[in-house]
Each structure stands twice: as C-alpha cells, then as structure tokens.
C-alpha cells in the first residue's frame, strides 16, 4: 500500500516525539542516577527530607570552592553544594525549584560568576514551551545534564593518569591538584561595569523573587578566581546587590584575609581553588554565616548521624 505525503509526516513526527520522550527519560535527574553520573547535581534529592539549612548554587566556582563537610565539621552548619560545571542561570533557577521540593533551606549562597554567561536562545524556547510540554519532556529542562557524564568520565581519566585523590561530598568536589597561578595581582580598581545581560538577569531576578517569596536568606557570592573575575563584573553585582537589598560576599576583594596563596590553591592556574583554596575560602564564609545567619549547629542532633558517619570518612581522605 501506498503511503501518502501526509502519513509519512503523521510518521514522522510521532518517531521524533516518541525518540523525544525516551530521550527525556534518560536525562531527568532521579534518584537512580543521583548516585552515579547526575551525583554532582542531583544526589542532594538523596538526602532526607528538610535536613539541609543551607544550599549552594552556581557553576564550577561554586562546587570546586565550598566544603560543606568543612562547614559541619568547623561551623555545624548542614549544607549542600549543588554547583554544577558550565551551568546557566537558566538551569540554576530550575535546579532550586527542585530542591525546594524535599527540602527548605534557610539560606541560599549562589555563586556570581553565570551571572555573565549568556543564553538568549533558550531563553526565547523557554517563554516558547509551556510548563505542561516540559513536564512530558524534561529533556528541555535537563538539557545540560549531557555535561555530567562528560565530567564524570574526564574525571576517571584524569584519576588514572595523575593519581590525585578526588571525591565528592555533599556536592563540593575535592580535588588537590596543584597547579600555580603566576600573573600577580588581578584585583585593579575601576568605576567601569560589566552590565549583567538581559536572559541571565530575567533568571536572577526570578531567584531573588523565589528566595524573597519562601523566607530564605539570599547571599551572592564571588569566588577567588583571577581567569574568570573582574572589577568591573563586582561593581555590577555590588549595584544589583545593593539596589535588591542582598549581601554581597566577593572573596577576590578578601585574598589576604582569607590566606589565598596562588602557588598552592588553585587546581589549573587561576581558574578553580583546589582543596587548600577552598578549606581557606569555606572557614572564611562559614565565620560570615555564623555572624550574621541564625543557621543552627547540628553536630549534636542525632537525626544528623550520619553526617558523623561521612565527616570521619572526609577527614581520612583529606588527611592523605
């Protein structure tokens, strides 16, 4: 029997959204996947329900420069860093209505350096697609869950080539690589400002409306990087801080007081903190929270055992 025009595009459409449907499934962040490649992403959906006080958002900065174990272990604090590589503030806003979900934290520090990553394509797809489209295809949500296994497997790779002791726990990923940055003082005074683009402020301000609506503190957050920070980017998170009424943290304006010592923190010249960056850096913040945050200390609740557990386990690998 002949097929006509018309059923060949009946055809091939219901392929495409079938192939379209399983892909979805493949890349929504369940608890499965939690604890394998999403691990860096999604394992915080693991955790029991309203046990974190404090999230962390962001890109690499964030997740490669705060311990939560050294906050629990220092402070008390339970947090969780759910920083994730090359990430939007697209996908950030969507990463914390999730986490919302199971969990209510007080605080929420989010990392400043996606400020400035732009994405005006998704952002036309997002206002594009209804939230009932992306409930039955969650591949546009998650479309960057791609980037985890790419991570997950660099990050093998580079265990058997070099050695180096890495792990991830609570979300922070520890690394002790070393290798220096050498270019001397980044930190130059200017007036100029860097303006936030239009998509990456439409998600900021959609977080900041979130956190505001929920009763949750919002702190920004700068991490000591010389490849990715600028002045001119902190005059205009300093004017947005400021203008919305958030604290603003910029740990570049605070090397000295922090201990930063380039030789040693960073994990590739300037553009991550390895783990020596970030005890420095996670001691630094977590004496802020404590000051100016009622964040409770949980080392003594026994609903937090097993964050005991893991803490004595953090200590023997860190200790190496």
Known sequence: MKITNKWKAVLFLGGFFLLLYILS??????????????????????????????????????????????LYQTYGIASYNCGVPAQKLQDTYYLLTQVLTKQ??????????????????????????????KKLFPLYKYHNNWKYFHTYLLEKRSQKKSHVTTGT???????????????????????????????????????????KNKGITLILYSAPSPKCWAYAKHNSIKEYAE???????DDNLSLKEIGIDWTTDS???????????AKKVTNFLGSYLKEHTTLPDRREDAQYHNWNVELDHYRSITKK
């Open 104 to 133: 209510s934290p007080t605080v929420v520090v989010l990392e400043t350096n996606a400020f400035f990553r732009d994405f005006a394509p998704i952002q036309t797809l997002d206002h594009a697609i209804d939230e009932k489209a």
């Open 267 to 277: 994990r590739d010249e300037g553009d991550h903190l390895n783990f020596y960056g």
């Open 169 to 211: 726990f609570k979300g922070f990923t520890y690394n002790t690589t070393s290798k220096p940055y050498r270019n001397g003082s980044y930190v130059v005074k200017t007036d100029q400002v860097v303006p936030i683009p239009d998509q990456p402020m439409y998600y900021l301000n959609k977080i900041t409306s979130l956190c």
């Open 25 to 70: 499934l493949l890349f929504i962040p369940v608890n499965s996947m939690a604890d394998g490649l999403y691990k860096k992403a999604n394992s915080i959906r693991t955790e029991p329900d309203r046990t974190i006080d404090c999230v962390f958002l962001g890109d690499s900065l964030s997740s490669t420069s705060i311990s939560p174990m050294e």
């Open 243 to 249: 203008s919305n009424h958030l604290p603003y943290i």
